[in-house]
C-alpha cells in the first residue's frame, strides 16, 4: 500500500478561512518536508519540518514523527493559497529519493 | 529567474520515438535527480547522480537513460516511447553531503500520442 495518506483530496474554501492538511505515513523516516505545487505544475517547497512545529506567516505546519503524522494548517486563507500541497518523505537520505502523497488539492474562492 | 533549467517546457511525441529531455542547474550542487508525475500517481523518483555519477536508479525500464555531460547538466533520454510515458518530469538538484533537501525545476511535460 501507499507510505504516504494525505487527507483531504481535496477542499475549497471561502477566502479567509482556515484549513487543517494532513499526511499520514506508514514507515520510519529519515525528514519530511511539504511542498506547494503551484496550479502550473511547479514544486516549491513549504517546510522542512523532521519533527515539531514551525510556523511561516500563515502556514503552520507540525510533525510527530513517533504518530507517523504531519499536519499543514492554512490560516486565513488567500486566493493565492490555491494549488496543491504534498507531502513527501525522506525515508533514508535524498539519493534514494523522496516519497510523496498524493497532495490535497486547495481551492480558494472569494 | 530560475535556477534550475528545464527544456522543453512542453513535448508532444509519436509512439516509438526517442526523446531528450534537458536539464541545467546553476546552483553549484552537486547531485542531480529526475522525478515522474503522472496522472493520478503520486510524484515518482526515478534517478539519482552525484558528481555525474549515478547513486540510485528506481526506474524498472532501460528506456529511461539519464545523461551528464557536464556536473550541471542530467538530460533524460527516453527511447521507444509509449503513451503511458506521458506525464511531467521534474529534475531537481541539492548539496549532497550536507542532506540538503532537493530544489525542484519548473518541469517538462511530456504527451505521447
Redesign the interface.
Known sequence: G?Q?QQSPTSLVLQEGENAELQCNFSTSLN?M?W?YQRP??????VF?NPSGTKQSGRLTSTTVIKERRSSLHISSSQITDSGTY?C?L?LH???????????TRVSVFP | DPKIIQKPKYLVAVTGSEKILICEQYLGHNAMYWYRQSAKKPLEFMFSYSYQKLMDNQTASSRFQPQSSKKNHLDLQITALKPDDSATYFCASSLQGDNQAPLFGEGTRLSVL
Open positions: 501507499q504516504v525528514s518536508q511542498f502550473g505544475g511547479s514544486l516549491v517547497s522542512y504534498l513527501a525522506c537520505n535524498y539519493a534514494q529519493g523522496l516519497t510523496f502523497g498524493l497532495g
